[in-house]
């Protein structure tokens, strides 16, 4: 079928098909369908397009009216919690406080894999201390979630899903609150860990800059529906690039370029 393969064998490709959603009677979620199979897939588009929706639903909070969801070939709504926590791990960008301790709260990630009494050992800990110090945060382990800034609780999430080493993390602006350094060095990390584990995600975020820069694949999404889907490696992939962002933003979204350097510019009109 020609899926992906980890080291494991398991096939990882993430597709939707014919997806759609209601929610309060509405129709969120219309008829959508992509495939995702590259480490990192970004999802672009203006607020109240439907990116945090469509998110929640790969990650099991919402059960579309229609459609299928699979990863790895298998329809993620069959799947056992514990199933599908083993393909899908889930960082949300609305990061709750709880009364635990951070590093608790990480090592709840190794939960798809012990038994119903067991309790988490001492590898469980000492990947979940390594996953916060990878994210610059192991300081953080002591204290108590309810006590950290929301940016920092964004991290944590992030932190509790690698450590649940999901074939895909599902990702809700994770890059949001950082300043303008501390998103690359978000982005360089995580790629990084997608290459280093054969680990792939897919997130939203609102920087199209960022998303040229970074992501593998970028998916379009305007009003509940995917506009075009590109990947990195196609041939004409910045022609594509340059007609979604005019498609989403209008024609004052556009590419300069210097070399092999490119960067998405606002090109409106000038204001005094």
């Known amino acids: 079928s020609g899926l992906l393969q980890t080291e494991g064998g398991m096939a990882v490709k993430l597709e939707a098909d014919n997806l759609s959603l209601q929610l309060g009677g509405r129709e969120i979620l219309k008829e959508i369908s992509f495939t995702a199979e590259d480490p990192l897939t970004i999802i672009l588009g203006k607020n109240g397009a439907g990116k945090t929706t469509l998110l929640k639903t790969i990650a099991g909070l919402y059960t579309p009216v229609q459609g299928t969801l699979t990863a790895g070939g298998k329809n993620l709504s069959r799947l056992s919690e514990r199933e599908r926590a083993k393909l899908i791990s889930y960082a949300p960008q609305d990061c709750q406080a709880t009364d635990c301790l951070v590093l608790e709260f990480v090592v709840m990630g190794r939960n798809p894999y012990l038994k119903f009494w067991q309790m988490p050992g001492k590898k469980d800990y000492e990947d979940s201390k390594s996953a916060l110090d990878e994210l610059g945060i192991l300081s953080l382990a002591g204290r108590h979630m309810n006590e950290l800034s929301g ?44 290459k280093k584990n054969k680990k792939y995600a897919i997130m939203s975020i609102h920087d199209p800059t960022l998303a040229d820069v970074y992501g593998d694949g970028i998916l379009f999404m305007e009003e509940g529906r995917i506009l075009a889907g590109i990947r990195k490696n196609d041939k004409d992939y910045e022609t594509q690039l340059a007609h979604g962002l005019k498609r989403l933003y209008g024609p004052g979204a556009g590419l300069i370029k210097d070399g092999t350097n490119r960067a998405v510019v606002w090109r409106g009109e000038t204001l005094c």
């Open 151 to 194: 940016g920092e609780r964004r991290l944590c999430y992030l932190a509790r899903a690698r450590v649940q080493k999901a074939e895909w993390m599902i990702l809700d602006e994770p890059e949001s609150g950082l300043d303008f350094a501390k998103r690359h060095e978000f982005f360089g990390q995580l790629k990084e860990y997608l």
